[in-house]
């Protein structure tokens, strides 16, 4: 079998313009891998779950006894100190969870000391 001497430049070709395609895409074109995308989406989604929970922890120190105090207490406390607190605290446990997020807790201090 006989191949057409353009077939070899046209492959070339081909080839070149497949590889600038991916460069292009993955560089600037806001290409991902799927790997990527699944740690974008997780991220997104506990962002999401932390922004949905912070106002029931905020309500449960509002609702909790001393919150005056407890709020003086965490006003003064370092900044890298606050989530700590609030974890320790109870506040950021969710009604049937066993475990806190570290995340919840430092939102939550946020929205304590901020006044939001």
Avoid: Y
């Avoid at 492959?11 to 740690?39: E, M, P």
């Avoid at 509002?62 to 965490?74: E, S």
């Avoid at 807790?105 to 000391?113: H, K």
């Amino acid at each position: 079998m006989k191949i057409p001497t353009e077939t070899k430049p046209a492959l070339f070709g081909a080839v070149a313009g497949a590889a600038l395609a991916a460069i292009i895409g993955f560089s600037w074109g806001g290409w991902v891998t799927g790997s990527t995308a699944d740690q974008m989406a997780e991220t997104r989604a506990d962002r999401a779950v932390v922004m949905a929970l912070t106002p029931i922890c905020v309500a449960n120190f509002n609702n909790g006894t001393d919150a005056a105090t407890h709020l003086a207490a965490l006003k003064e406390a370092k900044s890298w100190e606050q989530g700590n607190l609030v974890k320790d605290g109870g506040w950021a446990t969710m009604p049937g969870g066993a475990t806190v997020s570290t995340d919840l807790a430092r939102a939550c201090a946020t929205a304590l000391t901020e006044g939001t």
